[in-house]
Antibody
Framework: EVQLVESGGGLVQPGGSLRLSCAAS????????MHWVRQVTGKGLEWVSA???????YYPDSVKGRFTISRENATNSLFLQMNSLTAGDTAVYYC??????????????????WGQGTLVTVSS | EIVLTQSPGTLSLSPGERGTLSCRAS???????LAWYQQKPGQAPRLLMY???RRATGIPDRFSGSGSGTDFTLTISRLEPEDFAVYYC????????FGGGTKVEI
């Protein structure tokens, strides 16, 4: 069974940092692009980062320069280092596997499956 | 950035009825690059459709997708009780963006 399990969420003060982790199982992790997608409680979905199979990384402007995605294929792990956090970063963060018909770019992925999510709260 | 606008915001229907959800893009989207997700309260989103009309594994055939260019549609032919949820469209041809969602409620 393909499974993604996030951890590392919690309460952090504005300006602080947090590192999220995602443990993947049930598939050949190194063969897939991976992503983080977040969702403010009661609101919509926002893609926040992607990493390709070769370690190439991608970010939207909203987090560029503050968030860093990385992966460790040997341990089937995905990470998201989040710095300079603000209240606007408060959300549930989902680890997601990228899928494709032809391997072009992580920006050409649809998402399946999704982890259960980990809540990040930025508040003083 | 391609902006996706979903309508209606809320769709009130009864079990057995047909549901039609719209996703409109601010620019043309390759029909291979449009997906739909279902999210139930307290759960992560689940992939329903990709490539506009291709059902994900395990998705019943009462769900269908269509469209091209800037207008895409998710149709639920006969609503089952478990279909009441929020539905999101996503494009992945130019960066990665989601629509704001349509809530299908009883």
């Amino acid at each position: 069974e393909v499974q993604l399990v996030e951890s590392g969420g919690g309460l952090v003060q504005p300006g602080g940092s947090l590192r999220l982790s995602c443990a993947a199982s049930g598939f050949t992790f190194g063969d897939y692009d991976m992503h983080w997608v977040r969702q403010v409680t009661g609101k919509g979905l926002e893609w926040v980062s992607a990493i390709g199979t070769l370690g190439d990384t991608y970010y939207p402007d909203s987090v560029k320069g503050r968030f860093t995605i990385s992966r460790e294929n040997a341990t089937n792990s995905l990470f998201l280092q989040m710095n300079s956090l603000t209240a606007g970063d408060t959300a549930v963060y989902y680890c997601v596997r990228g899928n494709f018909d032809v391997p072009v770019s992580p920006l050409s992925n649809w998402f399946d499956p999704w982890g259960q999510g980990t809540l990040v709260t930025v508040s003083s | 950035e391609i902006v996706l606008t979903q309508s209606p915001g809320t769709l009130s229907l009864s079990p057995g009825e047909r549901g039609t959800l719209s996703c409109r893009a601010s620019q043309s989207v390759n029909s291979n690059s449009l997906a739909w997700y279902q999210q139930k309260p307290g759960q992560a989103p689940r992939l329903l459709m990709y490539g506009t009309s291709r059902r994900a594994t395990g998705i019943p055939d009462r769900f269908s997708g269509s469209g091209s260019g800037t207008d895409f549609t998710l149709t639920i032919s006969r609503l089952e009780p478990e279909d009441f949820a929020v539905y999101y469209c996503q494009q992945f041809g130019s960066s990665l963006t989601f629509g704001g969602g349509t809530k299908v409620e009883i």
